[in-house]
Every structure is written in structure tokens, then in C-alpha cells.
């Protein structure tokens, strides 16, 4: 019953299209990103270098198709655990027996009401920048709201009369869970993992631009953009490729999300709408 | 003096018809009923009267008011006529009026934008009018926020809002419809009295029949968006020609007595 | 329930979550790999040394006993030293939020002076080309991550026309407030944009509400064109939502202060904090994130007091 969803559709292709740049990474860039041309440093786009060069000579172009790498793995890796760890906290949760579940609650708020980035400063401070901190840091923190709405939409699925009649005829949790709730949350999963991938990226480009995500040499879009900023005055243009391309990446995946919204169920609960 | 007419009324949504073909005339100071269930198209019919038709509507028709054409009239020009003119009172009161807003406050709105009035001045005036429509301890209730007030409290309101601007034409959709039965007769002779006092015209929309037979003296039928039939009270409950207003009339009589006593009998 | 009750359970459960998350932000940083007391001395570490060290600074008492002098100094001002550089943490935190506590503050107003009336007008407009794109626009907002727009913003403010410094504060600070403002314009900004897009979204939907209410059409029956009913009706209930959802961005609006200081070089405490997490200065990095979830925590209990004096029906749950 899938409509012409306008919105689906562009964020797929913007999706899509960073995936490409991904999978191209591990067959070939235009140049070797981490080659080193000293006499060729801040030229500007041109026919032999489409966006140009940085400050040590090496192809721009060839830097965001590599960054992408840092950027998806680390989106994937931290979805990847903020969805397990979330849903099954929200679905622990919701049907844990009261006085399991006000704690339970408390500490996700209070796991919520710390911010994302900060987080990372911190495991930052301890363990040092890389790219795992930053894929732990933005895990845990992602799984908290995922784990919030993944509750609420459980508490909504066990309401319902089949499971009541489920647990009548002496189902246990386990299986109630495996033959009702999950299928019931599938939609919703799908939307809450394309909503944590856009935030995942945004969070990974920011703790990289502030110096706090994949080291050097691996470039990664977010540590571009901070080095690039200072030649500005050079050709305004520098830091606007890596600004870009995460730009597309993380309207893809919010476009995707709510597109998917409105495609599998548009009776979903929308936060904002 | 004719001080509305419709003519043709037609209401589309897309390609569903919704009102068709309705015409009827309302004289100054009188008082004409809509009865219909719902889905009639009566609550439409007199929302297209006062310009306030939901998005997507497409209307055809005429409806001239005071000898201005209502229809396809851009809204500022409407606006003037609205809250002046014509008064409209709706069906919940829990809803209609603003949460966070004081009621006097909400009262004062029609007074500051068709008379200038200052905020000072219409507050006053809000209060007096609250007297009038029959709230007792008035400047406790101009401060007052609607979910401190009663139902039948907040149709007086509703009223006051109405009234405000001394409109020559009153609309009133199943103005008692969301009153416990206690409130609703109190509330019916509200209406009747400032009506008179006013000499206004009335136009009341209900499912009613009792109701609106001993509120008005002309009754429209209204069935499936299509106007059955238009007749005096007295001639529809001697003796209606449609059907459908026959099954109305039997159904009124079963229900209570008392108001077709009074309507067959003529009133007031 | 009244005003007193209401205002009295909101304040009991600041304080909870005040001693909760500090509690758990003291833990985190004590249970550390490494010894504070070794990495302060290095190799001049020698067991007397290090034994004096750790009297000095409390660190052989027991975890519980730590926190609880840790946090009744705190409670009276008083962060404590650095391990690492014996700086006066409380002292260089209050230097630092002289630069960010206006830049947040004066983001907060601008980003709800573009949302509301931006929100209301894509909600007005809402079937219109100017409502889709100003829809459009605030979709694009989300999707940016802040430091670009500040990175645009000093392309063309700065770097272009010169109008604005693109970076840093004036040595002096505040004494020369012609240009300590200039500083903070850009910055600010460039938290405004980013904060505003998100506010803007709650703004239109709220806004979509009002209109679809009953009371709208009230106002609308009495004369009013659907922008004079929004503005006499709708923008106290549309300023609502945004006003909370504001609370509780409170804690992205000062992650976001921590990016824009990096991108404009400003001398305001998230650049303090990134420079003692590079150092590695642990108890400074606990003090300043304490105080910050404090005033996070804080500001958004008088959010919820504000929010109770908007909505009355609010007071008496």
C-alpha cells in the first residue's frame, strides 16, 4: 500500500547516495587521499581536482569519499547498539512489574537528560578520543530515548485483547514478546533507527570536529570541515564539501525516517506532528 | 425587510456533495429554525451564512445578507460583518472559548475590534453584558478562566460574545445540545429573551424538534443536505407534507408533550 | 493541588536528581584507570610524596566520604582545587561562564524570536508555497549540524564583508562591551539558527492546533481574520510548547555553546572543558560537568514554574 511518498523517495536517494560513496571508498578514489603533494596545498576546484586541495596537497574529493567510511561505521556501529540496548531496556521495562519499572524510568531520564556530546567529552577525558568512544558514547546515549519511546509503544501493544488473551492461555513473557510485540514494533523500530542514524552522524561529525572522534590520518568529515575552516579566507569553498556531504547523509536519513512514518503506518505516534 | 437570502446554496468537498440546492429567506427580527441529523448539512449551511467554512469547501450559490453577497467574499471584508452583524453561538462550550485566556478578556475581543473600544472600556461593557445574560457576581466572572465556570455558565458567555456588538442577526448551533437537561431550558429562555430585547433575527440549528418548534416560528427540514421542506411550525405539526418531516413530528410528539403543547398551540 | 504544592513537589524533585547526578558524575570520574595522585607527581612520585598528595586532597578517604565533602563544599560554592594544575576550579568555571552564559542566554531569545513567529507563519500558510517552505527551510536546519552554520556564517559576515570578527574575544572582556557584544553576535547566531529550526517545528504543529480548536473558530466568528486570531489566541498557546521544549533543550543548547565557542575560538567554559579533557585534568572536567548538569537541571525547574504561570490549568494538577 506503498503511495507516491515524495519524502521516501528523496531520502532514499540521498541515502543511497552515501552508501555509494561508502562502497566506492574500498574500490577507488580519484586520487590517494592520504598522499601528501606540498607543492599543490590550497589549490582551488578545478578540472584535475573537482573540490580542490588542502593544506598538505591532497585531493580533496578523495578525503570525503574515504571520510565517509568514519562517518558510516561509526552511525552503524552506534545505531546498531542503541537499538539492541533500547529495545530491549523498553521492552524490559514495560513489562517489568511496577516497582522495576519507576527506577527504571528515573534512570533513563536522568541517562536522557545528559547530552550526547557531553557524554563523549567525558569518556573522552578518560579513555582518550578514537573512534570507539565516540561509537560507545553516542550508543548509550541514543539508547536511552530509544528505550523511552520503545516502552511507551509496549505499554501501547499490551493493552490490546490478543495478548491479553495470550497470557489467558498461559503464554509466558518470552513468548509473548517473540509472537506479538515484536512484529507490532517492527515499523516503529524502522523509523526509530533511521531517526538514531541522522543523530548518530550529526554527533560523530560534531565530536570530530571538535577534535574528539577518529584520529588522524583516517579523515572523517567532521575533523575536515574544523582544519579547512582556518583557510576560509583562502576560498570560502573549502569547508563547504565536507559540510555538504554530511548534510546529505543526515537529511537522507531524517527524510527516510519520515517517510517510512508516513508509508508503514501513518497512525504511528508522531512527537512532533 | 428581507435581511438574508439564499439562494442555491451548493456545498462540495472534492466531489462530494454535502449541501445542494439549499434557498430560503430570513426577514429582520425573525426567528427561523434548521432541524436536521446530523450529516444534514445544517450545521454547514449556517456556518456558510456567517463565512466560516472549513478549508476545502467549495460553495456555489448566493446568500446575501443586508443586501451584501456573503459568498466567495474575501475575508477581510467578512471580517467586518462577523462579531458586528452576526453573531454565532456554538454547540460546546467547554471548547469554544480560549483556556488561558480570562473570559471578560475573551468577551472585550468583538468590543475593541468593531468599536475601538480600549481594553479598560471593553472590559467594562464585558461586564455589564455579563449581567445581561443572566451570571450572577458578573466582575468575579470577567476574571475568571473558563474551566472555572459551569457548562451552562460558558454558553452564557458564549452569548455574551455573541451579543456583544448587538448583532441583527443571531446563529445559535445546538447552542443547549452539550447542557445537562437542567441548564438547557434556562439557557433556551437566555436566548429567547435577549433575541426579543434585541429584536434581532435568530437562526437556530438542532436535531431538536421540541426545542426549535418552541424557539422559532419557521421551520427548514433539512435531510441529507437537501432542504424537504419549509413551513411554519404550526403547519408542519398540522400537517407536514414531506415524509421525512412527518417522521419527525411523530417522533416529537412521542417524546414530550409539553413543547408540541405549546408549539401547537401557538407561542409566546 | 495548588500553586504552593505544585511549586513544592517540582523543587523536592530538583534536588533529588541534583544529588543523583552528581553522585553519579563524582562516580564516574573516581573510578577511574590511573592513580590522581601518580599522574599529578610522575616520577618524582615517591611514596611519601604521594602519601602527602593523597591527605591533601582527600583522595584516601573512602568513595562515600569523598563525595560527601566533595559535595558540601560544593553546595557552598566552593569545586575544590585541581588535582593537576591546583587551580581553583570554582573560580576559573565563574571567569569562563562570563562568556558563555550571555551567548546562551542571548541565543535562547533569538531562537524563539525566529521559531514562533516562523512557526506560525508555515502553520498560517499551511497548504501555501511560502508554509512548504518555510517547512522545508526548518527540515534543512535540523539536518545542518551547528558548527557549519557557523562556519557560513563567518564566510559571509566575516570573511567577506568584515562586518563581524570571525573569531575570539576581546582580551579586556566585558570593560569593552562595543566589542565584546560584536564577538558574541555571530556565535549567537549560529545558536539561534540551530536551536531555532527545532523550536520552529513544535511552534507550526502547535500553532496547527490552535487553529483546529474550537475557541479559534470562536475568535474567528467575532471578526477576526485567521492571522488576528492567532495573534490575540494563538500565540500564548503556541509559545507554550515551545517554551517547554526549550527546557528541555536546555542541555543541547549548552553542547551546542561548547561546539560554537570551538568554531568562533571563544574563551568560554566549553572551551575550558575540551582543553582540560586533552590534559587529561580530571577533577576539572568533574567539577565543570557537575555545575553544568546543576544549572541544567535548574533552569529547567523555572522553566516548569514559567510554564505553570502560562497555563493556570497547569497549576492545579
Known amino acids: ?74 552511525g552503524v556501529l552506534a545505531v546498531v547498539i542503541c537499538m539492541l540496548l533500547g529495545v530491549t531496556i523498553g521492552i524490559a521495562t514495560a513489562m517489568s512489574p511496577k516497582w522495576v519499572e519507576s527506577p527504571a524510568i528515573f534512570g533513563t531520564d536522568i541517562v536522557l537528560a545528559l547530552p550526547t556530546v557531553l557524554f563523549a567529552i567525558v569518556l573522552a577525558a578518560v579513555y582518550g578520543p578514537s573512534t570507539y568512544t565516540a561509537v560507545f558514547a553516542i550508543g548509550i546515549a541514543l539508547s536511552a530515548s530509544v528505550a523511552q519511546v520503545t516502552r511507551r509503544e509496549v505499554n501501547v501493544i499490551l493493552l490490546a485483547d490478543y495478548v491479553t488473551a495470550a497470557r489467558a492461555s498461559g503464554s509466558r513473557n518470552l513468548r509473548i514478546v517473540r509472537t506479538h510485540v515484536l512484529p507490532n514494533l517492527r515499523a516503529s523500530l524502522f523509523v526509530q533507527a533511521s531517526g538514531a542514524s541522522a543523530i548518530a552522524i550529526l554527533a560523530e561529525s560534531t565530536l570530530s570536529y571538535l577534535g574528539l572522534g577518529t584520529p588522524p590520518p583516517d579523515p572523517s568529515w567532521g575533523r575536515m570541515m ?32 519520515d517517510g517510512l512514518r508516513e508509508a508503514l503506518d501513518p497512525t504511528l505516534r508522531r512527537d512532533v506532528e | 425587510m428581507t435581511l438574508l437570502q439564499v439562494r442555491n446554496l451548493t456545498i462540495r468537498f472534492g466531489r462530494k456533495v454535502v449541501v445542494d440546492d439549499v434557498s430560503f429567506d430570513l426577514d429582520a427580527g425573525e426567528r427561523l429554525g434548521i432541524i436536521g441529523e446530523s450529516g444534514s448539512g445544517k450545521t454547514l449551511t449556517s456556518l456558510a451564512v456567517i463565512g466560516l467554512l472549513p478549508e476545502g469547501a467549495v460553495v456555489d450559490g448566493s446568500i446575501v445578507f443586508d443586501n451584501v ?26 471548547t469554544a472559548l480560549n483556556p488561558l485566556m480570562r473570559v ?43 474551566h472555572q465556570l459551569s457548562g451552562g455558565q460558558r454558553q452564557r458567555i458564549g452569548l455574551a460574545i455573541a451579543l456583544a456588538c448587538d448583532p441583527s442577526l443571531l446563529i445559535a448551533d445546538e447552542p443547549t445540545t452539550a447542557l445537562d437537561v437542567t441548564v438547557q431550558q434556562e439557557v433556551l429562555n437566555l436566548i429567547n429573551e435577549l433575541v426579543r430585547e434585541q429584536g434581532s433575527a435568530l437562526m437556530f440549528v438542532s436535531h431538536d424538534l421540541p426545542v426549535v418548534s418552541m424557539m422559532t416560528e419557521r421551520v427548514a427540514v433539512m435531510r441529507s443536505g437537501t432542504m424537504v421542506e419549509l413551513a411554519t411550525v404550526s ?18 410528539r412521542q417524546s414530550d408533550d409539553e413543547f408540541v403543547r405549546i408549539s401547537e398551540g401557538g407561542h409566546r | 493541588m495548588t500553586t504552593a504544592w505544585y511549586v513544592l513537589r517540582r523543587f523536592a524533585l530538583l534536588i533529588v536528581s541534583l544529588i543523583v547526578s552528581s553522585a553519579l558524575v563524582f562516580l564516574l570520574l573516581r573510578l577511574l584507570p590511573g592513580d590522581l595522585a601518580q599522574a599529578k607527581l610522575g616520577i618524582y612520585g615517591t611514596p611519601e610524596a604521594l602519601a602527602q598528595l593523597r591527605t591533601e586532597y582527600g583522595l584516601d578517604k573512602s568513595l562515600p566520604e569523598q563525595y560527601v565533602s566533595w559535595l558540601s563544599k560544593a553546595v557552598r560554592g566552593d569545586l575544590g582545587l585541581s588535582v593537576l594544575t591546583g587551580a581553583d576550579i570554582t573560580s576559573e568555571l565563574l571567569g569562563k561562564a562570563t562568556v558563555t552564559l550571555p551567548l546562551i542566554g542571548i541565543a535562547s531569545v533569538l531562537a524563539v524570536l525566529i521559531a514562533v513567529p516562523l512557526g506560525m507563519l508555515a502553520a498560517l500558510r499551511f497548504r501555501k508555497w511560502d508554509g512548504v517552505a518555510t517547512s522545508a527551510v526548518s527540515q534543512l536546519g535540523i539536518a545542518v549540524p551547528t558548527f557549519w552554520i557557523g562556519v557560513i556564517l563567518i564566510t559571509i559576515f566575516a570573511v567577506q564583508s568584515q562586518i563581524f570578527p570571525s573569531g575570539g574575544f576581546p582580551y579586556d572582556g566585558w570593560s569593552n562591551f562595543g566589542e565584546a557584544m560584536k564577538s558574541l553576535v555571530l ?63 536546555i542541555s543541547t543548547l549548552i553542547v551546542g555553546a561548547i561546539i560554537v565557542e570551538s568554531v568562533f575560538a571563544l574563551p568560554g567554559v566549553g572551551q575550558m572543558l575540551l582543553q582540560d579533557v586533552n590534559i587529561r585534568d580530571y577533577t576539572k572536567v568533574q567539577g565543570t560537568v557537575a555545575a553544568t548538569t546543576a544549572l541544567v537541571f535548574v533552569v529547567s525547574f523555572l522553566i516548569d514554574l514559567v510554564l505553570g504561570l502560562l497555563n493556570p490549568r497547569m497549576r492545579q494538577r
Not at chain 1, 48 to 73: F, K, P, Y
Not at chain 3, 197 to 224: H, K, W
Request: glycine residues 8%.
Open chain 2, 104 to 146: 471578560g478578556k475573551q468577551i472585550a475581543q468583538p468590543l475593541r475590534i468593531h468599536r475601538g473600544m480600549r481594553m479598560k472600556a471593553a472590559l467594562a461593557r464585558a461586564t455589564e453584558l455579563c449581567e445581561r445574560v443572566g451570571l450572577p457576581d458578573p466582575e468575579r466572572i470577567v476574571r475568571s478562566y473558563p
Open chain 3, 187 to 249: 556565535p549567537a547566531c549560529t545558536l539561534a539558527l540551530a536551536q531555532g529550526a527545532v523550536l520552529m517545528r513544535f511552534a507550526r504543529s502547535a500553532t496547527i492546533d490552535v487553529i483546529q480548536q474550537d475557541y479559534f473558530r470562536t475568535a474567528r466568528a467575532t471578526g477576526l481574520s485567521r492571522a488576528g486570531a492567532l495573534r490575540v489566541h494563538g500565540v500564548r498557546n503556541a509559545l507554550v510548547p515551545v517554551v517547554s521544549v526549550l527546557g528541555m533543550q
Open chain 2, 69 to 94: 453577497e456573503i459568498l466567495n467574499r474575501s475575508d477581510g471584508q467578512l471580517s467586518s460583518i462577523r462579531g458586528n452583524h452576526i453573531g454565532m453561538v456554538f454547540q460546546e462550550p467547554l
Open chain 2, 235 to 252: 403547519k408542519l405539526f398540522g400537517g407536514a407534507r414531506h415524509e421525512y418531516s412527518q417522521m419527525l413530528v411523530r417522533a416529537a
Open chain 1, 1 to 74: 500500500m506503498m503511495r507516491g511518498n515524495r519524502t521516501l523517495t528523496i531520502g532514499i536517494s540521498l541515502v543511497a547516495f552515501s552508501l555509494m560513496m561508502f562502497l566506492l571508498s574500498f574500490i577507488w578514489t580519484p586520487y590517494d587521499p592520504l598522499e601528501i603533494n606540498p607543492e599543490l596545498s590550497l589549490t582551488s576546484p578545478s578540472w584535475s581536482h573537482w573540490m580542490g586541495t588542502d593544506e598538505n596537497g591532497r585531493d580533496i574529493l578523495s578525503n570525503i569519499v574515504l571520510g565517509s567510511r568514519a562517518t558510516l561505521i561509526t
Open chain 1, 226 to 257: 574544523a582544519s579547512l575552516q582556518q583557510y576560509l579566507i583562502i576560498d570560502p569553498i573549502f569547508p563547504l564539501w565536507p559540510g555538504l556531504a554530511i548534510l546529505i547523509t543526515v537529511l537522507g536519513f531524517n527524510l527516510l525516517g
